[in-house]
Nanobody, 121 residues
Framework: QVQLVESGGGLVQTGDSLRLSCTTS????????IGWFRQAPGKEREFVAS????????LYANSVKGRFTISRDNARNTVYLQMDSLKPEDTAVYYC??????????????WGQGTQVTVSS
């Protein structure tokens, strides 16, 4: 069983940065691929970024490529999402998920409760 907890969200202005963290107490965290997804009001949950359990392969949605960076520290059971040059359209609840593959939302079996990111114009 993997329990995920997101943190680091908040209210920022256009162009600012935030770093989200996803932590777990699960013993097998280092063996799971981790994904970040987001859901804006009235929209479906969408893929943002993912990282394989080895940390050697990452994948990004086109909308965040070049602005967001996903990384992981398996010794700390933590995955990070560094978000730079934030835009109002990045406003959403951000979720981390474990155990899936790439951008395939339905493949992830474990989800956190989410953290709100709001970017004002």
């Amino acid at each position: 069983q993997v329990q995920l907890v997101e943190s680091g969200g908040g209210l920022v202005q256009t162009g600012d940065s935030l770093r989200l963290s996803c932590t777990t107490s699960g013993r097998s965290f280092s063996t799971y691929n981790i994904g970040w997804f987001r859901q804006a009001p009235g929209k479906e949950r969408e893929f943002v970024a993912s990282i394989r359990w080895t940390g050697e392969s990452t994948l990004y949605a086109n909308s965040v490529k070049g602005r967001f960076t996903i990384s992981r520290d398996n010794a700390r059971n933590t995955v990070y999402l560094q978000m730079d040059s934030l835009k109002p359209e990045d406003t959403a609840v951000y979720y981390c998920a474990a155990g899936g593959s790439g951008s395939y939302r339905s493949s992830y079996g474990y989800w956190g409760q989410g953290t709100q990111v709001t970017v004002s114009s």
